[in-house]
């Protein structure tokens, strides 16, 4: 399989602010079952394929907003390099139900007990619980409960801005069927 070509852009901006903990935060916005924008931060877990991947509780809103419309934005921006990336196109849901190629098992094991412990946590977004409901669980958690879920975003526009030079460079890379168009923009 040959990589998207914004792909080794993005992988030498990972690479570049390695050093930065916060670099594997980005921006995920979804549309609400209202219509309107959600936003949230969420953290990269990595790639499946050419899709971008991060976990979720499948209690959360964010998947009834995907449910019924999996249309996506995430906004990435990068200190050291001075770069952005804006990803667009349709997030997929991997949850109990769903594990194609063993993702969701997988990605369970990268993450550490602490990441894990949340995933049994109460329902996100209820009123809060006692302090005893976000006690640690015992036992066994090699597999992942339920609520575990990993959301796949599956670019097909993704816009790369450069802000260090004057001019700066912007790139817009767009999908169509199977393959990828460039197309260097003003800034």
């Not at 953290?43 to 419309?69: M, Y």
């Not at 997030?91 to 594990?99: A, E, G, M, Q, T």
């Not at 015992?138 to 790369?160: C, I, K, M, Q």
């Amino acid at each position: 399989m040959t990589l998207a070509p914004w792909r080794p852009a993005l992988a030498r901006a990972l690479h570049r602010n390695r050093a930065r903990a916060y670099c594997r935060y980005l921006q995920l916005a979804t549309i609400s079952t209202e219509g309107k924008p959600s936003n949230r931060t969420v953290v990269f877990r990595g790639f499946v394929k050419e899709a971008l991947q991060v976990v979720t509780d499948s209690r959360s809103e964010k998947v009834q907003q995907i449910q019924a419309c999996p249309w996506a934005e995430a906004c990435w921006y990068f200190t050291v390099t001075r770069e952005q990336f804006r990803l667009s196109g349709k997030l997929s849901l991997i949850d109990s139900n769903k594990d194609p190629d063993t993702v969701r098992l997988s990605t369970w094991k990268t993450l550490s007990d602490k990441a894990r412990q949340q995933f049994y946590w109460p329902h996100p977004g209820q009123p809060r619980l006692d302090e005893t409901a976000f006690e640690p669980v015992t036992g066994s958690t090699e597999y992942p409960p339920d609520s575990f879920s990993v959301l796949l975003l599956n670019a097909e526009r993704v816009e790369h801005l450069l802000l260090r030079g004057n001019p700066q460079n912007r790139y817009i890379y767009q999908k169509s069927d199977d393959d990828w168009s460039i197309e260097k923009v003003n800034p």
